[in-house]
């Protein structure tokens, strides 16, 4: 099975550097000289090519943005702004979807409403699919266009100076599909990370869990929040450079070089409210508009403003002639940078050795009954999908307590009992997971579903409060 | 004017050979090593070609095979996913926007709901026209796939090799265009056809009359229909090797040569419910799922399990990793195929003699009053087509009886009585059809029809019972 | 800045003739020699330029066109059908959309229902952009097309050769964009220009005033209209050779020459009803048909009809194996004619000297306050174009009166008087716009609207009536 990119850990460090040295090259050869981060003519890399996007929303600006990159690489492009219209509308699940067009093009480009839907795809296509942003889950491309956006404004030499960042997220940080991607991103990067929400639209809590969890996060404020401070931080995250640093960034209690963070600011990252995923568009009053006026602040002489886009009254018009406004370059490196990742990809340089899947290290749950994904918005809910997808977890925490991520759209679930089947018995005690037979186990989030379901309590389990 | 691929008798069996023959050779050049039935790579057959796809009903999968095997071989594409949106919605007629798309590409592929729309199309279009599927009548490129996937999957040397080949056709026999294409084609090629409609969807009167007319089918049984046997046999269609044999094969009284038919099954062609063609969904309960338990009869060991796609219940998951099922390699032949129908009938091979287009020799009848087609899905009765076709048919029986058939939609009609327009008589004997002048006659489907013009019985026609 | 294509006016007449020479070239190299008319074939022109259609309005033959012929030049196409169903529906400005396209395509090809949308386009991308169609402003490629079928289908030698042309635009001249664009194109080359419009569609009133102001147009008549004529002329237009004539052409009172104009016509441009516009379909009825009945006069044995198509039944298809029905030639030029213009914009042919953009030489005239473009179809209308389009006019006439056109939709507005702002008083003299200094001065449509804004009558005011 090939690589597919269907989140930004797809990609480890490494190969993020491989891919940022592959757009460096492409930039180096085919940029416009009036324009340098942008792209001019075509190359012959993909002649051999077919790339196909599958839009099951549409997106004018990300499908062409992946069309323009295989045009500039010279391949063929098939292109379907509007897949929902047919075959999901004839009741095809995705995965038959893939199993068709990978015998019409050799990489798949897949934009869907369902979260999880393009790790679908990739599970059963033979050719690269590519995820073009799958609900409110993921939209890895994204992100690596604003990590590369972020590598060439600032300077930098390789990703080791992304641990110098300090980066402002501002806006809508709780339905941002990119902004998710992206402060895991970051954090695994090690930048510090300021977290600028509307009021009411945070950072999720499972997001914040796995910065801390996944990434060694930690939470720090540099000063008590003050009314007067004309950044209203809602939280900073750090990533230790040693572990015994762990225990000197506590909350309201930050070292020396924390202090000055916020009056250091490298980048403002901008996002508006997703009134398409469920952001109540009222909410637009809150927003503080990042403008000139916002900018004249001395401090922010040398930032930069990123914004995904499209914009809708969050940034100034003021600003697109400011040389600190690199939106529109974010947007001209996103062509770069997907020509990079397809060369990496499709091994169009011939180095002989296309990247493989990679296999996840951690454990498996999977039983048809006890704890099912209730995300609404999971594939795993569809009823196209339903008839051959398993629901399966990934154990990403088995000590203290057990945590369970949904494969497909990555919601967390933490359990509260570990049944064994052939007994009947639930017992609160993680660590009866690691002792019950893998064949034998069953998972409940309640302990009422245990109970439910003809379970009893086991001497294990009331050994425990 | 050139050859257009309307219906599947656009192709002779000669040619047919030839198309296969070509596509054996593309495979053989551009087959995935690993996946021997799938393209890959691009040929520069195509380079000074641009293919444009014309889509008047929307279909992913359809116009994502031909517009990749234009880029396979080479070739520039021009695509409309949705052409209802727009020239349609302005009340163009199908001859003028083909008249003008001939400007624009070397080959128009055109999916329209009017049956008979691709007739229209072909009869004005100076560059071949290709139909993607018009309505409930035809799809022939599938069928042609479906023809190269038995030719492959069943290891036949040439097209000879069809007359030893037993095929299930299971499920909606009623509506599938797919269906009756195929039923034609395999029938010209002298196959055994068994059918296995699900009940009240049988394959229609119209099609079986065609079977045994113009193909000399003939309606066989190999034993009486039981209640026990598990597959519920319809009706078996079968060519004679020779006139001799016409009267041997009796429906209830088959020779032992098709008494094992039923346990010599070569392949299950499994369609699913046309539910946007007109099929009740309340059907899908009576079907029996083609899956890992039903394929476990022994007799089946090396059955091969075919579907056109998409399914949407019909058949199980549990056949996709069962080599038997080669559902999706029958849409990766699809590119195969119709990179070959398209090099061979845009001449890529520069033969120096492209397909011209085929006269058909059946004697034509045309009158503006008269009996007209009354299909109510016909393209000639469209109101932006009426104010220039002319409601043509074929004579395509004249003995005993005299039918027509609409030369759009080929829906066929038996004709009561011949009319003299000079005379304003007419008869009911099909005898008159020869004597009277073309230019004199008139043919209504009742008598009735003639009263009410005007018409009186003749000698002749009183002289008949 | 490069140059756009916004309005036909974008091109000088040498502009339009290079463009002319380059289609000719292309003719003569590419076309088709069963038709002349049509283009095989693709040359290598464009291979490193990609092309990106942006369709806010889906139509299918005019994106083809296009895509056509930048696939005829050998270059890339990214195709959006239906931009209107993305980008727009989030909320995004005109000027945000190409500022991320222009990084993905070397050119950007537009259709949006707003009027003036292409020049906000053509303001803000680093690329070129062609207006496919902007409301019912313009579609000047339509127009270079009919121009170019002229050209070719009248043998002519060089532009010169139009000021010997009398044209007849037959149909619904009150909403075609097409005829508006055609109709000045026409003046400025010096064509006669005979307007037949059906009852109650005639040619609006800016349009004919801008006939004379612009380009020296004057009306005539032939001869008084008589019920019995067949061809119901409601004005001529004619261009004197010399200022001297000017006073010669006068309505109702015209030279010999312009006498036997009806008995020569050479083009009859015909137009359907623009019903997507606003006219009323009931006006189908009052259409004379253009058909071979029409067209036996023996006056009109060498003329040609033209037609920019769809049709409707304004045009007889009848008259499509007359060699005088020109209208599918036309569609079919409309590839040349776009490849070469396509070559002439983006310097294929390098040259050096890819066209730059036109600076306007009127002087213009702009404040937040005071006269407003009150089209409701303008693009300056839009919520989305609000935040960052000033509303500004090109000043056309400052002598007995002043009339400012809008930059965007191009609508005209004459002014009642000039206000002084520092003084806080109007004048209603229009010589008060010359001596008052650019940034003090405010102009109104109406005095009640001066009068309304806090402004008195001035002194210079008073002394005229």
Request: net charge negative.
């Given at each position: 099975m090939p690589r597919s990119i269907v989140?930004?850990?797809?990609?480890?460090n490494d190969e993020l550097e491989q891919v940022f040295v592959i757009a460096d090259d492409i930039l180096a050869r085919?940029?416009?000289?009036?324009?340098?981060y942008r792209i001019r003519g075509r190359a012959?890399?993909?002649?051999d090519q077919i790339l196909s996007t599958l839009f099951f929303e549409p997106s004018t600006r990300t499908r062409f943005s992946f069309e323009s990159a295989m045009e500039r690489l010279g391949g063929g492009v098939i292109s379907s702004p509007n897949s929902a219209a047919t075959s999901a509308a004839k009741g095809e699940s995705i995965a038959d979807t893939v199993r068709v067009v990978e015998n019409y093009a050799d990489v798949i480009v897949m934009r869907h409403p369902a979260e999880g839907a393009a790790r679908v795809a990739a599970d059963y296509a033979c050719v690269p699919v590519i995820n073009a942003g799958d609900g409110s889950h993921e939209h890895p491309t994204q992100t690596l266009c604003d990590l590369y956006t972020l590598h060439k404004e600032r300077g930098?030499?390789?990703?080791?100076?992304?641990?110098g960042l300090n980066i402002v997220l501002y806006?809508?940080?709780?339905?941002g599909r990119t902004v998710h991607s992206l402060v895991f991103a970051l954090a695994r990067l090690r930048a510090c990370i300021i977290l600028v929400p509307v009021k009411g639209l945070e950072l999720p809590e499972h997001v914040t869990r796995r910065l801390q969890r996944d990434y060694d996060c930690v939470a720090a404020m540099p000063e008590k929040p003050s009314p007067g401070r004309d950044l209203p931080v809602d939280m900073i995250y750090v990533t230790p450079?040693?572990?015994?640093q762990q225990t000197i960034y506590g909350f309201l209690d930050a070292p020396a070089e924390l202090k000055n963070v916020l009056s250091d600011i490298h980048v403002f990252y901008v996002t508006r409210l997703q009134t398409e995923r469920g952001?109540?568009?009222?909410?637009?009053?809150?927003y503080q508009k990042i403008d000139n006026e916002f900018m004249k602040?001395?401090?922010?002489?040398d930032s930069r403003v990123m914004h995904p886009?499209?914009?809708?009254?969050?940034?100034?018009?003021?600003?697109?002639?400011?040389?600190?406004?690199v939106y529109f370059k974010q947007a001209a490196y996103g062509v770069t940078v997907r020509m990079a990742l397809l060369t990496w990809l499709l091994d169009l340089t011939k180095t002989g050795t296309p990247p493989a899947a990679r296999e996840c290290e951690l454990p498996e749950y999977c039983h048809?009954?006890?704890?099912?994904?209730?995300?609404?918005?999971?594939?795993?809910?569809?009823a196209t999908e339903q008839q051959y997808i398993e629901k399966e977890f990934w154990i990403v925490e088995q000590k203290d307590s057990i945590v369970l991520r949904c494969?497909?759209?990555e919601y967390e679930y933490t359990i509260a009992c570990v049944g064994r089947v052939s007994k009947r018995e639930y017992s609160?005690?993680?660590?009866q997971l690691k002792v019950t037979p893998r064949n034998d186990r069953i998972l409940f989030a309640q302990v009422q579903d245990a109970v439910n379901a003809g379970y009893t309590s086991s001497a294990e389990s009331a050994a425990l409060p």
């Open positions: 989140t930004i850990d797809d990609l480890s085919m940029a416009d000289p009036a324009r340098p012959k890399l993909a002649e930098m030499k390789s990703l080791a100076d992304f641990s806006g809508d940080l709780k339905h450079k040693g572990p015994h952001t109540d568009a009222s909410g637009r009053g809150a602040k001395k401090s922010y002489k886009l499209p914009r809708v009254g969050e940034l100034g018009y003021d600003l697109d002639d400011d040389p600190r406004g048809k009954d006890g704890i099912q994904c209730n995300n609404p918005a999971c594939v795993t809910r569809l494969m497909y759209c609160t005690d993680p660590a």
